[in-house]
């Protein structure tokens, strides 16, 4: 997820950050939390590759949800934050979408190609020269691009024989980016409408909620049903931005409520429901917190954006060459593939997701070619 994803200054856009709120932004909590959020979707997906079941994951016994898809709402949660950031400081609608597209589609793109074209031709059913003569490659590529998360599956590629069919899911975790496309398109659009404010966001909150909002998930139309299982987690992370933007810091006093929400939450068996309203609020007080601040991972980069793009295709592939579902323990595919997948994060983030970010300042245009489309209060508290 980019979370989509995923720098110093400013952790979702990447790029020079604009004026004294953005400067003043470093911390380096939110890099520890995306890659916590990442290893919890390894960790979970361990026992569905390894096992062809997530039945024994303990958090799914314990709650009846994986810890995947709670790290997947972390992602979200985080993204509307900074996302939301990222708008508020953005002078011009143009500027909010270039920063978009280049944090999520470089690192989308090249994983996509470069993973059908390495484990495509390697656990293709058809002649190699076909595979690469017909297409398969480029054609999956684009598809990704253009909708990404579907087909789930490579054509004439599998990467096991099972009777659940997950050897031919070439990346399941790509279900999560459409969610976050929504989500910015959302956000850009209250920018250009000005109306980027909390009672908006709050409303939207409530309407994607599946407990209070007109549906339910299991009945909702498809993809939307997708978007109800994270939206409210991403406007929930707006939500808190403008509690802190007040003072840049969260006051304790909400985690009482936070607190009280969480323990309805479990004694009705809706712990992962209603996770936007308990979860979002502690989850970015810790964030931001100043006194408990983590070691910097500066040096080491964004690595979570990259972990969660390859994680599936690099577990999948240990998988296959262990010998098929049943042939791998989940701690041995949870151990090297989270070992495989840092890796790769950390190499799609030094050779190419951060050097995609450089272009954002010359693809945005100057300042103040267009409109300025912030928040008057943004305004004031910026540099000219």
Same mark, same amino acid.
């Given at each position: ?45 361990? !026992? ?26 972390? !992602? ?309």
């Amino acid at each position: 997820m980019a979370a989509s994803g995923p720098v110093a200054n400013e952790p979702e856009a990447g790029g020079l950050p604009v004026g004294r709120v953005a400067s003043e932004f470093h911390y380096p909590n939110f890099d520890w939390l995306r890659i916590i959020a990442a290893t919890s979707v390894l960790f979970s997906h361990a !026992f569905l590759l390894a096992e062809g079941t997530e039945a024994n994951e303990p958090f799914y016994r314990l709650t009846g949800s994986i810890a995947g898809i709670y790290g997947v709402c972390v !992602f979200f949660v985080i993204s509307g934050f900074l996302i939301t950031r990222s708008a508020f400081n953005s002078r011009t609608l143009q500027a909010y979408v270039v920063a978009r597209v280049l944090r999520i589609y470089p690192g989308l793109a090249v994983c996509a190609l470069a993973t059908s074209i390495i484990l495509g031709v390697s656990f293709t059913s058809m002649d190699p020269v076909r595979f690469f003569a017909d297409l398969v490659p480029l054609k999956y590529t684009i598809k990704t691009i253009l909708h990404p998360g579907t087909p789930y599956d490579l054509h004439s590629v599998a990467f096991y024989a099972d009777d659940r069919a997950l050897g031919r899911t070439f990346n399941g975790s790509l279900w999560t980016i459409p969610q976050e496309l929504i989500c910015y398109v959302v956000i850009g659009l209250l920018l250009a409408l000005r109306l980027l404010r909390w009672p908006v966001l709050a409303a939207l909150l409530l309407l994607t909620l599946p407990m209070v909002g007109p549906w339910r998930v299991d009945s909702a139309p498809r993809p939307f049903d997708d978007f109800l299982l994270v939206g409210s987690s991403f406007f929930a992370g707006a939500l808190v931005f403008f509690v802190w933007r007040r003072a840049e810091r969260l006051p304790a006093w909400p985690l009482l409520a936070c607190g009280a929400v969480l323990v309805a939450a479990v004694a009705t068996n809706h712990a992962y429901d209603l996770f936007p309203i308990y979860g979002a609020y502690p989850l970015l007080m810790l964030a931001t917190a100043r006194r408990f601040c983590l070691p910097d991972l500066k040096r080491f980069g964004d690595v979570s954006y990259g972990m969660y793009l390859y994680g599936w295709p690099v577990q999948q592939t240990f998988v296959a060459l262990a010998g098929g579902v049943g042939a791998i323990s989940w701690h041995a595919l949870f151990a090297v593939s989270t070992l495989a997948a840092g890796v790769m994060g950390y190499a799609s983030w030094h050779l190419l997701e951060k050097r995609a970010l450089q272009w954002k300042s010359r693809l945005a245009g100057r300042r103040g070619r267009l409109v300025d489309l912030r928040p008057q209060g943004a305004r004031s508290q910026s540099s000219p």
